[in-house]
C-alpha cells in the first residue's frame, strides 16, 4: 500500500507519493493562485493525488490515506482548517473538500510545520530518536515537536508554534500581536530586515556592492556573504542574528530536552557557519550544561520533501 502527502502552501501544492519505506515514488505539483475559493484550490488537490498516483503506476485502491499539511491551524477530529491567514481559509471543511471527490480514502490534516518535523523525526536527521524539535528558518519560524512518534499537538491542536516564544519584551511587535516574537528576529525575513537596516546606517559597508548597489536585492545570503569578505558591519548582522537563533534555541532545548534538534530552510545552507555558534551558545547557556546528555543540534536532510513526506505518515 502506498500513502499520499499534500504539501499545501501559499505559492505551491505538492503532491507526493510515499511507498512503506518513506520514498517518494512520484510527485504532482500545481500553483495555489491565491487569491481564490478553497473548493478551486482542494479541486487542484484532487486533481494533483490523481496525477501523482497515474505518475507511480498506482491506483486509487492502492492508496490507504491521504494526509494534508496546511499552514494555520486546524480541527484535526472535524478535518476543518479553521484558520490560515496566508491562504485566506476560515472554517474550510478540507476532509469534506477531498472526500466529495474521493470518498473511499481516509483523509487527514496537520499543521504544515508539523509535518515536516514528522518528516523529518521518522525518515530523515531523527531517524530513531524518541524525541525530537524540527524548527524551521523561512518567511517565518515554522516548528513542530515529535514525543514518541508522535505530533505533540495541545488541547487544541495549536502546539508547536515555536516561532511565537517571546525572546525580547520590549521587542517588536509580530503580526501574531505579542511583541519579541522569536519569528521577528530569527526569520529569514528577519535576517534580510536587519541585513537592510546594517546598509541603510553603513555606506561603507561592501553589502552594497553585493546588491548591486539596490538594497532592495539583499536577501538572506547578502551579510554572510560580505563577512566573509572580511566586512566588519556584515558579520555584525551575522553575529547578531546567530545571537537571536541561538537564544530561542537554548529556550526550546530548556523546555523539551529533545534527543535531537534540526534547523531546515535556505539559511541552513550556511551549515558549520551558522550551526557551530548557535551549539556553542547553547552549550554555555543552558539549564542542563551539567547533564552527560545532552541535545543533538544538526541541519535537517529531506528538504522541501520533509512537508510532503510527513504528511503523508500522519494519522490519528
Known sequence: ??????????????????????????????????????????????????????????????????????????????????????????????????????????????????????????????????????ITLGTGVGGGVIMDGKVLSGCNDAGGELGHISIKFDGEKCNCGRVGCWERYASATALVNQTKVAMLEHKDSCMWDLCSGNIENAGGRTAFDAMREGDKWGKEVVDNYIRYVAIGTTDIVNIFQPEMLCFGGGICNEGETLLAPIREFVARERYSKHQAVQTEICRAKLGNDAGIIGAALVEY
Open 1 to 134: 500500500m502506498y500513502r499520499i502527502g499534500v504539501d499545501l502552501g501559499g505559492t505551491n501544492i505538492a503532491v507526493g507519493v510515499i511507498n512503506e519505506n518513506y520514498e517518494i515514488k512520484a510527485k504532482a505539483t500545481a500553483k495555489t493562485n491565491m487569491p481564490r475559493p478553497a473548493k478551486e484550490i482542494f479541486a487542484d488537490i484532487v486533481n494533483c493525488v490523481k496525477d501523482a498516483c497515474t505518475k507511480a503506476g498506482i491506483t486509487l485502491s492502492q492508496v490507504k490515506s491521504i494526509g494534508i499539511g496546511t499552514p494555520g491551524s486546524c480541527d484535526k477530529k472535524n478535518g476543518i482548517i479553521l484558520y490560515a491567514n496566508n491562504l485566506d481559509f476560515n472554517n474550510v471543511p478540507a476532509v469534506q473538500l477531498v472526500h466529495a471527490e474521493l470518498p473511499d480514502i481516509p483523509v487527514y490534516i496537520e499543521n504544515d510545520a508539523n509535518c515536516a518535523a514528522l518528516g523529518e523525526a521518522l525518515a530523515g536527521s531523527g531517524m530513531g530518536k524518541k524525541s525530537f524539535v524540527a
